[in-house]
């Protein structure tokens, strides 16, 4: 009875979701310490460029050379922008602890782009909540949802959105895409009801 073709096959059911359980936690795991360890080496890079003043010399080739020589040493995820963006990393999250545990390097490499710390701080909040992969990520930011958001017109709800994430009270709220309708002419308001428009 205990070995009946039911219970192996349950056995073999059981290992399989063991084995995808464990690495997808050595996965997870890998990616935290890859991104803290970027981290520091921005938190390096930075160090180095100030030299213990309290803002960077300018006019260095500091990246094209560290770019060439860390990737003669250590591989090719060593590119210019790759160490421009771990820079950046460092100075936006000056700690170290706020770095999500969720988020890949490729997720922080695309926000990252963004040039406005409400926007880098909405787009972190956004794929930690909603668990977006980076192609959403991307595809999120090419449609400029924040920007969107910011027309709203409502700036203490975008800072609020840019620290706490969107959160969809309703199912509807998912599916309905906003609109900008200014070359209506009609009075502005915060909101309007489709009916109304």
């Given at each position: 009875?205990?070995?009946?073709?039911?219970n192996?096959?349950?056995?073999i059911?059981?290992?399989g979701?063991?084995?995808?359980?464990?690495?997808m936690?050595?996965?997870?795991?890998?990616?935290?310490?890859l991104?803290?360890?970027y981290?520091?080496i921005?938190?390096h890079i930075v160090e180095?460029?100030?030299?213990g003043?309290e803002k960077?010399g300018?006019?260095t080739?500091?990246?094209?050379?560290?770019?060439k020589?860390?990737?003669?040493l250590?591989?090719?995820?060593?590119s210019?922008?790759?160490l421009?963006y771990?820079?950046?990393?460092?100075?936006?999250?000056p700690?170290?602890?706020?770095?999500?545990?969720?988020?890949?390097?490729?997720?922080?490499?695309?926000i990252?782009k963004s040039d406005s710390?409400?926007?880098?701080?909405?787009?972190?909040?956004?794929?930690e909540?909603e668990?977006?992969s980076?192609r959403?990520?991307k595809?999120?930011?090419?449609?400029?949802?924040?920007?969107r958001l910011?027309?709203?017109?409502?700036k203490?709800?975008?800072?609020k959105?840019?620290?706490e994430?969107?959160?969809?009270?309703?199912?509807e709220d998912?599916?309905?895409?906003?609109y900008?309708l200014?070359?209506l002419?009609?009075?502005?308001k915060?909101?309007?009801?489709?009916?109304?428009?």
């Open positions: 009875m205990k070995n009946s073709p039911e192996y096959k349950l056995l059911g059981t290992i979701n063991l084995l995808r359980e464990g690495r936690q050595a996965a997870r795991t890998v990616n935290t310490i991104v803290l360890t981290w520091k921005g938190q180095f460029e100030q030299d003043k960077a300018y006019g080739q500091l990246f094209e050379r560290l770019s020589d860390l990737t003669t250590y591989g090719k995820r060593f210019r922008s790759n421009v771990m820079r950046k990393m460092y100075l936006y999250f700690i170290c602890e706020t770095l999500s545990h969720i988020l890949t390097w490729s997720h922080y490499f695309e990252l710390d409400l926007e880098i701080g909405f787009y972190s909040k956004q794929c909540k668990n977006w980076v959403e990520l595809r999120q930011m090419k449609s400029m949802l924040f920007h910011a027309l709203s017109k409502d203490e709800g975008v800072m959105l840019s620290e994430g969107m959160y969809t009270q309703n199912a998912i599916i309905k895409d906003p900008i200014e070359f002419g009609i009075a502005h915060e909101q309007y009801l489709e009916g109304e428009l």
